[in-house]
């Protein structure tokens, strides 16, 4: 009788601690300095993302609510630009990073992974669990209409878009969401515009003409 006592009190706890609520919260806006192109600063607004009380990460831009209890954010953080000649000083630079997914109930964040994601470049627009961008290849001279979904390593669209050596967010802006059929709509460079519609939660994107 002892032992099944302990038992279910240890069952008890176990239980107990699994749906223990976690606490997701953000912190107050502040105002950073980020390097841009030609080294030139860039003003940007950042605040804590902070669980169960404690400073997880910094995160810029307002969350994109995938669910009723989770959610994906970008994030920001600090790297060390020191030179190795300049030994005992560390010069934090702030920098953009990738995508945040974050879930109230666990308390758990973790990185999005978003194929040809260039933070200081890409664009993202979020519906639902779909993510529209503009990926940028290594080298930094080809740029890809993407659209990728949560959960999914391989992108559902990957299209060539323009070859350039120098490439600027201006030549793909953020591409815009459309519903009732669910398609995604690209401008690259103020041109003509294309969409594509997804079918379905698997991998079947349809190209259509997009009107003038």
Same mark, same amino acid.
């Given at each position: 009788?002892?032992?099944?006592v302990? !038992?279910?009190?240890l069952?008890?706890?176990?239980? !107990? =601690? *699994? #749906?223990?609520? +976690?606490?997701?919260?953000?912190?107050?806006w502040?105002?950073?300095?980020?390097?841009?192109?030609?080294?030139?600063p860039?003003?940007?607004?950042?605040?804590a993302?902070i669980?169960?009380?404690?400073?997880? &990460?910094?995160v =810029?831009?307002p969350? +994109?609510?995938?669910?009723?209890?989770t959610?994906?954010?970008?994030?920001?953080f600090?790297?060390?630009?020191s030179?190795?000649? &300049?030994?005992?000083?560390?010069?934090?630079?702030?920098?953009?990073g990738?995508?945040?997914f974050t879930?109230?109930?666990?308390?758990?964040?973790q990185?999005?992974?978003? #194929?040809?994601?260039? /933070?200081?470049?890409?664009?993202?627009?979020?519906?639902?669990?779909? =993510? =529209?961008? !503009?990926?940028?290849?290594d080298?930094?001279?080809?740029? %890809? *209409?993407m659209v990728s979904?949560?959960?999914?390593r391989?992108p559902l669209?990957k299209?060539?878009l323009v070859?350039?050596p120098?490439?600027?967010? &201006?030549?793909?802006?953020a /591409? *815009?969401w459309e519903?009732?059929?669910?398609?995604?709509? %690209?401008?690259p460079?103020?041109?003509e515009?294309?969409?594509y519609e997804?079918?379905?939660?698997?991998v079947?994107?349809?190209?259509?003409?997009?009107? &003038?």
């Amino acid at each position: 009788m002892r032992k099944f006592v302990i !038992c279910v009190l240890l069952v008890s706890g176990i239980c !107990c =601690a *699994a #749906s223990k609520p +976690h606490s997701v919260t953000f912190g107050k806006w502040t105002q950073i300095e980020l390097i841009g192109e030609g080294g030139q600063p860039v003003e940007l607004k950042i605040r804590a993302l902070i669980v169960d009380g404690r400073t997880k &990460e910094f995160v =810029a831009g307002p969350p +994109h609510e995938v669910t009723e209890r989770t959610f994906v954010v970008q994030r920001v953080f600090r790297l060390n630009g020191s030179l190795p000649q &300049e030994p005992g000083k560390i010069w934090w630079q702030w920098q953009r990073g990738g995508w945040l997914f974050t879930d109230r109930l666990s308390g758990k964040v973790q990185p999005v992974s978003l #194929s040809d994601f260039d /933070p200081e470049v890409s664009s993202v627009n979020w519906f639902r669990d779909y =993510a =529209a961008y !503009c990926g940028i290849s290594d080298d930094g001279k080809k740029t %890809f *209409a993407m659209v990728s979904q949560l959960g999914r390593r391989k992108p559902l669209l990957k299209r060539m878009l323009v070859t350039s050596p120098e490439m600027k967010s &201006e030549i793909c802006p953020a /591409p *815009a969401w459309e519903r009732g059929p669910v398609r995604v709509v %690209f401008q690259p460079g103020g041109g003509e515009k294309f969409s594509y519609e997804v079918r379905s939660r698997t991998v079947d994107v349809v190209e259509e003409e997009g009107e &003038e």
